[in-house]
């Protein structure tokens, strides 16, 4: 439990699909029913009472504009996303440039507590004057290709910054996240701190003041045997993400998935604990 956290006080924006997404129907049939999709996860990863602090209705950003009015929030959270939000791929398209606009509102504006996870973290970056660029070769399921698909277990190294930051508190100085991810944060926006690296991916952890947390590699949501059980389903579409994928490469790199890290069930209580009680305040 989180004490100091009322009940329903952090708005969670989904953006895991766009309805035109290649994958989009592939959630709807075989995923926890969108936009609850990412709340539903954490609290099968975490402990159904982790519901209880989120707001009651999940707003889906690639259709719904998100609310104007944030009085009755304590904090507002994005998760993961499908889509690709580096420019040099494609440019962003409307839903995604709106949203860019709402975190900037929410980071600079209303200075509520931010937490941003993979897509949320990459729109969050965006929001702060970043950039993101397509994953370097060597860490993907095709190490030939720049930007290429990671999905592996990551082993992360905190900074110096990031062993004295409280999203990290009780984390020893190396640990596991299972990430999925195309692209990554190659140089950070002004007035961001890294708070850990991986071997070969920097800034997989980022700072921004004392209110915003983004962890654009990982996954926290996702357990090793929710890995197994769903993708399947998404390998069999011969797409992950909108990267073409060979089904065989993407089994290969699905067997190495670890058992899940601790990590994956502490960071999300974290945040909510150190970020938006009134303890935090």
Known sequence: MIPGLPDGSVLYISVVT??????HEVNRRHLHPAPDFDVATYAARIGPWIRRYFAPVVIDGTTTPPPEDLTPYRAVMIGCSLHY???????LVPWQEDLVRFVRRVIFETELPFFGVCGGAALGHLALGGELAPNVKGPGIDPETEGSII?????LTLTEEGIADPLFRGFPRQFGVHSIHSDYIAELAPGCRALA???DIPNLAIA???RVRL?????PELSDEYLRRSSPAFIRTGKFGTDPTKGDVMLNALSH???TPDANQHLLPNFLRHFCSQEAA
């Open 18 to 23: 766009h309805p035109s997404h290649p994958m």
């Open 85 to 91: 939000f580096s420019a040099q791929r494609t440019p």
């Open 151 to 155: 999905f592996r277990t990551t082993e």
């Open 197 to 199: 690296h991986s071997a």
């Open 208 to 210: 921004y003041g004392d």
């Open 215 to 219: 962890v654009p590699g990982g996954h």
């Open 257 to 259: 998935i670890a058992p």
